[in-house]
């Protein structure tokens, strides 16, 4: 799913492949895979009730999969209803996932200044992004078609929630929530598992990461430089979640030109510059929508977007390597 699948696989999990935990039996964590959402999603389990490991996962498996199906952008389901109410002026009741999600994605537009838009779902479907096959080989959108877009100026701000009830002061927004669905399911996830007293536990959503809380031992993680190199290795405890975006992954290629999936909702246009952000927060809602919110914010704004959205750490690539870090529980802003 294009912005779901908008982020992207750069936080890679130590080990993946080779194995995160050397030993054997009931220590070795207990695997879970599966597919929503555009990606593969891996769940571990450390717990020596095999059991009720197995139990949780399958009830992963079924939270998983009713979410890619309420919250795809362009497939029937829950949010697909909800735009096209939206599009025709109607009122809606989408029920209290989606409505505090609106909530949440209108916290985020209004702190970061519009670097966050979850209403761009007109936008993204203009540029071809409403499909999960990559690269896109089709030429970008006429320039007229995109200020056309502009001129409606489509926000999460113009929809109004009156209690269970939605509607549109523009029906031009349409909901994608492709920049905060990880978050959110990754929330999820943890909740289910923490009331069954399996917190100790890492939920993967491809590369995209949250740690449900505080275990025997640290997870290894690996921040990558968004140019398929490790920058660094980082042992890290929950609740605490690692979430990232950028250009590198997914693009589409016209005239022998690339242009990012990801888009600048002030120009409508894709992302002129090469950046992936690394967000670290505890929250995985925030940790979701920042990561976004700084890739398009850019070399330039990427420190005052993520003092408004109070992000804990964010760790910022471009083309050429490291341009900064912030790190609010060191008190200091690398360069």
Not at 30 to 40: H, I, S, V, W
Request: include cysteine; aromatic fraction near 6%; hydrophobic fraction near 45%.
């Amino acid at each position: 799913m294009t912005a779901l699948i908008a982020a992207v696989t750069s936080v890679l999990i130590v080990g993946l492949l080779a194995g995160l935990v050397a030993c054997a039996g009931t220590d070795d964590p207990l695997r879970g895979r599966f597919m929503a959402f555009g990606t593969e999603i891996e769940v571990r389990l450390r717990s020596s009730d095999r059991g009720e490991g197995h139990a949780a996962l399958r009830d992963l498996g079924v939270l998983f999969q009713r979410l890619h199906v309420d919250w795809h952008p362009w497939q029937e389901g829950a949010l697909n209803d909800l735009n096209q109410a939206l599009a025709r002026g109607d009122e809606a009741q989408p029920g209290p996932e989606l409505i505090a999600m609106i909530r949440r994605a209108q916290d985020f537009e209004r702190r970061s200044q519009g670097q966050f838009n979850a209403a761009i779902g007109g936008l993204v479907r203009l540029w071809g992004f409403h499909t999960s096959n990559y690269p896109i080989e089709a030429p970008p959108p006429a320039t007229e078609l995109i200020d056309r877009w502009l001129k409606h100026s489509p926000s999460a701000m113009d929809i109004e929630v009156r209690g269970p009830t939605v509607v549109s002061r523009n029906a031009w927004a349409q909901l994608d929530f492709s920049g905060m669905a990880k978050g959110v399911a990754a929330r999820m996830a943890c909740d289910l598992l923490v009331n069954r007293g399996l917190g100790d536990a890492l939920v993967n959503l491809g590369g995209d990461v949250m740690i449900c809380a505080q275990g025997r031992r640290p997870w290894s993680i690996a921040i990558s430089d968004g140019r398929d190199g490790i920058a660094e290795v980082v042992q890290l405890e929950g609740p605490l979640a690692v979430f990232s975006s950028g250009t590198a992954q997914r693009w589409g290629e016209w005239a022998g030109k690339r242009y990012a999936h990801l888009l600048d909702p002030g120009t409508g246009r894709a992302l002129g510059h090469s950046i992936q952000a690394t967000v670290i927060d505890r929250d995985p809602l925030l940790a979701d929508a920042a990561a976004t919110a700084l890739a398009v914010a850019g070399p330039e704004r990427w420190q005052s977007t993520a003092q408004t959205l109070g992000v804990d750490e964010a760790i910022i690539f471009g083309a050429s390597g490291l341009i900064g870090r912030l790190d609010r529980s060191q008190g200091r802003t690398q360069p």
